[in-house]
């Protein structure tokens, strides 16, 4: 059974950082794109980032509005993924959640490409 479970979430103040945290099991890890998602209550969850999986070239993709402010990475021999947020702002307070995926490339980003998901971590910006 596939498991992923999210840390690090918290207040922060606008301008702040925060280190998110992937953990899976239950699955080959090196085998799955990892991507991180963020909900608000009314609103779709939306693509964040994803670490592709080593054999799809283990490149890292960005939503626009992360682009420049997160970056992802990844321990394989971990199981890991992690999301560092820097220059957070009052529109990124949300639940983030990871997730897995095996999608071709072209997909990657499509939040219904990803199967298996954890419970997700709140994240506050304070203005």
């Known amino acids: 059974q596939i498991q992923l479970a999210e840390s690090g979430g918290g207040l922060v103040q606008a301008g702040g950082s925060l280190r998110l945290s992937c953990v899976a099991s239950g699955l080959n890890f090196r085998n799955y794109h990892i991507g991180w998602f963020r909900q608000v209550p009314g609103k779709e969850r939306e693509f964040v980032a994803t670490s592709a999986r080593p054999g799809s070239g283990g490149r890292a993709y960005y939503s626009e509005f992360a682009e420049g402010r997160f970056t992802i990475s990844r321990d394989n021999s971990k199981k890991s993924v992690f999301l560092q947020m820097n220059g957070l702002n009052v529109e990124d307070t949300a639940v983030y959640y990871c997730?897995?995926?095996?999608?071709?490339?072209?997909?990657?980003?499509?939040?219904?490409?990803?199967?298996?998901w954890g419970q997700g971590t709140q994240v506050t910006v304070s203005s």
């Open positions: 997730a897995s995926s095996m999608v071709a490339l072209s997909a990657i980003r499509q939040t219904e490409q990803y199967r298996n």
